[in-house]
Nanobody
Framework: RVAESGGGLAQPGGSLKLRCTTF????????IGWFRQAPGKERETVSC????????YIADSVKGRASVATTSAGTAVVLELSNLEPEDTAVYYC???????????????WGQGTQVTVSS
């Protein structure tokens, strides 16, 4: 399974680090996707990383403000968002899959989500 952490209240222009911790497997054997869903909106892809070769994808909506990387221990993926905007307010989910790497939500294992609220 996977579990998200690091959400909370942040100010516009600030930054936040979200952590997706894996349990029972290492990131190197999986791909990890980050998604978010704002109230009344469809879930959208934010980022994904292939744990095997490190290839990453960053969505246009956060490009230039987001980065994603695997921790040195290989048991978590950190999504860092900077220059936060109120439009970044959403529940952020991470998901893992041993065979799929891409932008859709075809990942097998999903976390419960962590709320990010950007407001002054």
């Amino acid at each position: 399974r996977v579990a998200e952490s690091g959400g909370g209240l942040a100010q516009p222009g600030g930054s936040l680090k979200l952590r997706c911790t894996t349990f029972g497997f290492t990131v190197g054997d999986y791909s990890i996707g980050w998604f978010r869903q704002a109230p009344g909106k469809e879930r959208e892809t934010v980022s994904c990383i292939n744990g095997n070769d490190g290839i990453t994808y960053i969505a246009d909506s956060v490009k230039g403000r987001a980065s994603v990387a695997t921790t040195s221990a290989g048991t978590a993926v950190v999504l860092e968002l900077s220059n936060l905007e109120p439009e970044d307010t959403a529940v952020y989910y991470c998901a893992a899959d041993a065979h799929y790497f891409g932008l859709s939500d075809e990942y097998d294992y999903w976390g419960q989500g962590t709320q990010v609220t950007v407001s002054s």
